[in-house]
């Protein structure tokens, strides 16, 4: 990963380009959450600095699924905020990206994560 950070450049279609969402995904694919969390913490700021909003939710879906997987507080409030954004956008691409969030949220205990995973999977499988 470092060796892709010093040789990647952004394309001309995204000047600013964003290359910690897809090492936070690559992370969270290997199970390694403590790698994945500051990466997708660094894209959900960069998109929260400018950007479109398919990317911004995007990056926190990515940094909710890691926060829920962890068994962290904090990743039921994520969940929300991230399955209530992807409910405001028409884009496929979005929406299918809250389904593995579902999938960490239905292996959690409790009401609020199994309301919040139906929730996810009913906006995931939405067409707009």
Same mark, same amino acid.
């Given at each position: 990963? $470092?060796? &892709? =950070?010093?040789?990647?450049? /952004?394309?001309?279609?995204? %000047?600013?380009? *964003?290359? *910690?969402? /897809?090492?936070?995904?690559?992370?969270?694919?290997?199970?390694?959450? *403590? $790698?994945?969390?500051?990466?997708?913490?660094?894209?959900?700021?960069r998109w929260e600095q400018g950007g479109g909003q398919v990317s911004r939710t995007l990056s926190a879906v990515v940094l909710a699924e890691?926060?829920?997987?962890?068994? #962290? /507080? =904090?990743?039921?409030?994520? $969940?929300?905020?991230?399955?209530?954004?992807?409910? !405001?956008?028409?884009?496929?691409?979005?929406?299918?990206?809250?389904? %593995?969030?579902? $999938? &960490?949220? #239905?292996?959690?205990?409790?009401?609020?994560? =199994?309301?919040?995973? =139906?929730?996810? !999977?009913?906006?995931?499988?939405? !067409?707009?």
């Amino acid at each position: 990963m $470092a060796k &892709a =950070r010093e040789l990647w450049q /952004p394309t001309s279609a995204d %000047p600013n380009g *964003d290359l *910690d969402r /897809p090492a936070a995904c690559l992370a969270l694919k290997r199970g390694r959450l *403590d $790698a994945a969390e500051p990466f997708a913490v660094a894209s959900v700021r960069r998109w929260e600095q400018g950007g479109g909003q398919v990317s911004r939710t995007l990056s926190a879906v990515v940094l909710a699924e890691i926060h829920v997987r962890a068994g #962290e /507080p =904090r990743g039921l409030q994520l $969940a929300h905020g991230a399955v209530t954004s992807a409910a !405001r956008l028409g884009s496929v691409r979005a929406r299918r990206r809250l389904e %593995p969030l579902a $999938a &960490a949220l #239905e292996a959690r205990s409790g009401a609020d994560a =199994r309301q919040l995973a =139906r929730m996810a !999977r009913q906006v995931a499988t939405t !067409r707009v």
